[in-house]
């Protein structure tokens, strides 16, 4: 029967109905799919919720990030401004729940597409990280690896007017910036053979790695329950979980402002801040969020 068919059970919405997101998930090993949204209350933003809705953006693409060295020079002009915020967010409530449901063996890990380490800063220990992550540069020549900290002292270095200008921080580490102001900047090669870097993270229009896709399919695989938190699911890598667990009959819960495309498939769907409905998630299923690093 194909997915699309599958009929879902009606959605609970009613943004504080915690008992019906417990009733579904006590005593299940639960999988747990994060996106964005579990990251905004740490400080960053996110590309489709409440708050970015409203303003359109053209995210780097990765086929223009392989062959146009202009916008290579446009994504780290923005990424070097944006990189003291973005990396000095802390893990928040949601992140410091999930650690502890983790820790006591009701949730056997998880997939995140946020590519800020904020699960890893928190205590978790088995992620799959779908996109990448930004505190990693690889030299698309020679593949060497360098950690994005060393390299924003090369940047600045190059650039030291950058180092003091006031921007709005954007979603993944990016900054709004004029197109003037990226025009001079000097973007940095690779320190071992000057070859093109490019954070190791999936831009707009490039693939997840097959292991990486393997690794998430065999984690869903050992949850009796997926938990999304914080996702719209509009983009299919993260989507795709949704719909093999409803082809599996793993009852579904979504815990996310605003609407998602994953809501037809959800027995249980509660509109609210993860940062509130995790940690007393946590605290029902016996769970104390304290018990996270």
């Not at 409440?50 to 780290?76: C, F, K, M, S």
């Not at 890893?120 to 690896?145: N, Q, W, Y």
Request: proline share 6%; hydrophobic share 45%.
């Amino acid at each position: 029967m194909p997915v699309e068919s599958i009929p879902a059970e009606p959605s609970v919405r009613a943004p504080d109905d915690l008992e019906a997101l417990v009733a579904l998930l006590r005593g299940k090993r639960v999988t747990v799919l994060t996106g964005a949204g579990c990251s905004t209350e740490s400080g960053i933003p996110d590309y489709r919720g409440p708050g970015t809705r409203a303003r359109a953006r053209n995210p780097i693409q990765h086929r223009d990030y392989l062959r146009e060295p202009a916008v290579r020079q446009r994504y780290w002009a923005r990424a070097v401004l944006g990189w003291q915020r973005f990396s000095a967010a802390q893990p928040n409530p949601a992140h410091r729940a999930l650690a502890a449901l983790e820790r006591s063996g009701v949730v056997p890990g998880l997939i995140t597409q946020n590519v800020d380490r904020l699960h890893h800063a928190a205590g978790s220990e088995r992620i799959v990280e779908l996109h990448g992550t930004l505190s990693i540069v690889r030299c698309l020549d020679c593949g060497a690896r360098e950690l994005r900290a060393a390299l924003q002292d090369r940047l600045l270095a190059l650039n030291p007017t950058f180092e003091h200008v006031a921007v709005t921080i954007a979603p993944d580490g990016d900054a709004e910036l004029d197109g003037e102001a990226t025009r001079t900047f000097r973007v940095a090669s690779c320190a071992q053979c000057a070859g093109v870097l490019k954070p190791d993270v999936v831009f707009f229009g490039d693939n997840v790695a097959k292991p990486v896709v393997d690794a998430a399919f065999a984690l869903l695989e050992e949850g009796e329950a997926l938990l999304v938190v914080g996702s719209s699911l509009a983009v299919f890598s993260g989507f795709r979980f949704v719909r093999r667990a409803a082809e599996r009959g793993i009852p579904i819960a979504m815990v996310n402002l605003g609407e998602t495309r994953g809501d037809p498939y959800a027995r249980v769907r509660v509109d609210a801040a993860a940062g509130t409905v995790l940690p007393a998630l946590a605290e029902a299923l016996g769970v104390s969020a304290a018990a996270a690093r």
